[in-house]
């Protein structure tokens, strides 16, 4: 029988053994690999009340020492990488290229978490008036909450609590019910790198846990990233609640391609881009732009993309794997379906894929459209699977007037040679994360993670300095020392003299 994973409460890993409980299935295989417990009230209730003793004592310990932990949390991150990287392909259906990619962007943003001393200083004035001194501090918030997705689970909640912690705060954290196995090693690992007891908290559920999150006195600030109804909720149930929040939420992403641009490097980066991770990427291309003749690629990016097949994680010939359950196959088959009835031209048809030897898979080939529009549902909706739409247009304003008309804005990229092409683009256009020749422009976490309209909700985003604002307050301090001068009286106005 499968085990029940435990819950990090308190600084213990508690047996979940009498609860409720959620499986955890391999999505090439449909077999169990543990069963997740769904938190009860009373889980919540501790997890946030030793959150809550935790970070009183935290909050003291020098900004040096939190950096330490870091360090050695980094260190121990990157000793057992290949190992955290099988157990979340395991249980994503990531290939293990991918899934080692997925943990070292989330070590990047830890090493970043390192350089806290230098993001936590304030600023200092003297004489902002005469023998007065201004400075502001950077003090932590108290207790923080993130709130987890299937398809990152070591990228994302990196993104989150070691950025959180070392600000001074504590963090309690839900991860996705379909993957939790990688959040539950990331945390050990923590724990072994010498965070104190109660700092992070690990619980394990769906919507229960979340909503008791959002509306809990004690949590101070809410993290998420997931789908764009939760998302919604997410930032209306938590601001409404009186708390910071920032919700990263769907996204429908254009590479636009110019005439100009590298045919061999446009087709092979369209391939990786709208396929890697079954197309189960927030930053996914899923809409390419044809500008003018580049739309005679169009067969040759067809022949490219039938050249590669899903498989299971460990094949070294799996350029990607499953999407991560039944439910999601049978959303893209459904998208997949409407195009063909709608009017688009399916130039390769996936619908059908099939992997020797995972005949329980939950498999979805490489599909390409052509001929699409803004009006059917493969353009509208997210589809979240490995399936790219063609799009032709006569110009770049042409292909700027159509990325700035959809309500996302997560991610776009330009193919060209012409950095005057590349320079109208990038300042024209209404999406937060721009690549130029670079299809899948997730920043480096010195850098934000700024998503625009429909795929963001809130107002700081994150990693990056923005990160360390979202996590912390601002005191500012006006300071003047009296000497024995004789006292000239009182001063009945707000002027500093």
């Not at 965070?195 to 619980?203: D, H, R, W």
């Not at 094949?315 to 359950?325: E, K, S, T």
């Not at 670079?438 to 998503?451: A, D, E, K, Q, R």
């Not at 909700?457 to 360390?468: E, N, T, W």
Request: charged residues 20%; contains cysteine; hydrophobic residues 40%.
């Amino acid at each position: 029988m499968a085990k029940i994973i435990p819950q990090l409460i308190a600084g213990s890993w508690r047996d979940c053994a009498q609860h409720d409980v959620i499986e955890v299935l391999d999505p090439a295989t449909q077999q169990v690999l543990c069963l997740a417990p769904r938190a009860t009230a009373e889980d919540i209730e501790d997890a946030i009340a030793s959150a809550k003793a935790a970070q009183e004592s935290w909050r003291e310990v020098p900004v040096s020492d939190r950096a330490r932990l870091m360090l050695r949390y980094q260190h121990l991150l990157k000793e057992h990488h290949d190992e955290i990287a099988e157990i979340l392909a395991a249980e994503t259906g990531k290939n293990f290229a991918d899934a080692k990619g997925d943990v070292w962007r989330g070590i990047e943003v830890v090493e970043q978490a390192c350089n806290i001393g230098s993001l936590m200083m304030g600023e200092t004035v003297e004489n902002v008036a005469r023998e007065i001194d201004t400075a502001s501090w950077i003090q932590p918030l108290g207790v923080c909450a993130g709130i987890t997705p299937f398809n990152f689970p070591a990228m994302i909640p990196l993104w989150m609590f070691p950025l959180a912690i070392a600000c001074g705060n504590s963090f309690v954290l839900k991860p996705s019910e379909q993957d939790p196995m990688t959040v539950n090693r990331l945390a050990e690992l923590f724990i072994e790198a010498g965070a104190p007891a109660g700092l992070l908290q690990v619980l394990h559920g769906a919507r229960e846990p979340v909503d008791a999150l959002l509306t809990h006195p004690d949590i101070r600030a809410i993290s998420f990233v997931g789908s764009v109804p939760v998302g919604q909720h997410v930032y209306r149930t938590g601001t409404q609640h009186l708390k910071r929040v920032q919700a990263f939420a769907g996204a429908k992403n254009h590479m636009v391609i110019m005439p100009d641009a590298p045919k061999d490097q446009v087709l092979s980066n369209l391939v990786g881009a709208s396929c890697g991770a079954a197309g189960q990427r927030c930053m996914a291309i899923s809409v390419a732009v044809f500008v003018g003749e580049s739309k005679q690629w169009i067969p040759e990016l067809a022949e490219q993309m039938q050249s590669i097949q899903p498989g299971y994680w460990n094949d070294p010939a799996a350029a990607f794997g499953p999407v991560i359950n039944p439910q999601a196959k049978q959303r893209v088959l459904r998208l997949i379906a409407e195009g063909k009835a709608e009017g688009a031209e399916c130039l390769l048809d996936g619908s059908d894929c099939t992997v020797a030897g995972y005949p329980d898979g939950n498999w979805v080939g490489p599909t390409l459209f052509r001929g699409v529009t803004t009006k059917m549902s493969l353009y509208r909706e997210e589809i979240f699977g490995p399936v790219l739409v063609c799009m032709e247009v006569d110009t770049l304003d042409d292909a700027i007037a159509l990325v700035n008309n959809s309500p996302y804005g997560n991610g776009t990229s330009i193919f060209t040679r012409s950095g005057g092409a590349a320079r109208h683009y990038q300042h024209a256009v209404e999406v937060g994360q721009v690549g130029i020749n670079v299809p899948i422009p997730v920043p480096l976490p010195f850098f934000s993670f700024t998503g625009w309209k429909g795929s963001f909700y809130g107002d700081l985003h994150a990693y990056g300095k923005q990160a360390i604002r979202f996590y912390t307050e601002t005191k500012t301090v006006t300071t003047r020392w009296f000497d024995d001068a004789p006292v000239s009286g009182p001063n009945m106005t707000i002027q500093l003299k």
